[in-house]
């Protein structure tokens, strides 16, 4: 019989907090100015999960630095309009913490950024741990963010679930020991997440009651 799960590690965008149409209108601005014409949203998807100086280190290492900090003007004056919590997470996330479950963000985002979008949510107290950019040499799918967010809190990887929208969560969870959880409503689709063979794969965010009281086994 498996462990039950006592901790959770949640990625941020895209998996708690909206961020998508953000994240694909600052690349659509930035990249229109010095690519006009070249890409479309659809090409933009794959820049969700990836960390910035990656992205544009493959799109433009000439000028990467002016892109990251025009990236990073656009998105912090439009953060707050275009952006929302998915549908019930804090709702799920209190009735998570009354359980006793310890939880943690694990993000490729930087702290500043992660802690804003909280800040438009109700989740005061809910969160242990936030591990952003800043916090690591390496980031997701490196284990390193994962595992510090553990050793934190003193979690064992055998009963903590990594839940995300991404590649870069599946295999961070994969490489640091953990069961994962993939969520239908990445931006990728939920085919994609599938094809990345999660232990579990959330419809809603309350799946995740079921999953961490033992009804829902992984598979």
């Known amino acids: 019989m498996a462990n039950k799960i006592e901790t959770i590690l949640f990625d941020f965008d895209g998996t708690l907090f909206d961020t998508n149409d953000l994240i694909i209108e600052t ?3 930035v990249l229109g100015k010095h690519f006009p014409g070249r890409y479309t949203r659809e090409d933009c998807l794959p820049f969700m999960g990836p960390p910035l100086r990656e992205t544009f280190e493959a799109l433009a290492p000439e000028n990467v630095e002016q892109l990251m900090e025009e990236y990073v003007n656009w998105n912090l004056e439009n953060h707050d309009k275009l952006t929302a919590e998915f549908p019930g997470v804090s709702e799920v996330l209190k009735k998570l913490k009354e359980r006793g479950l310890k939880m ?3 993000s490729t985002k930087r702290n500043k950024t992660i802690h804003r979008g909280l800040g438009l949510m109700d989740a005061d107290g809910i969160f242990d741990v936030v591990i952003g950019l800043d916090d690591v040499t390496h980031a997701k799918p ?5 595992q510090k967010a553990m050793d934190a809190l003193g979690a064992d990887p055998s009963t903590t679930l990594m839940v995300g929208d991404n590649s870069h969560d599946i295999d961070g969870g994969r490489n640091a ?3 994962t959880a993939g969520v239908a409503w990445s931006a990728k689709g939920r085919a994609f997440m599938e094809s990345l063979k999660p232990d579990y794969m959330l419809d809603a965010i309350e799946d995740l009651l079921e999953i961490t009281d033992g009804t829902v086994g992984a598979g």
Not at 142 to 146: A, D, F, I, Q, Y
Request: proline content about 14%.
């Open 177 to 179: 020991g953990t069961l």
């Open 27 to 29: 690349f659509m601005a």
């Open 142 to 146: 490196h284990p390193e963010p994962l």
């Open 104 to 106: 943690a963000i694990v």
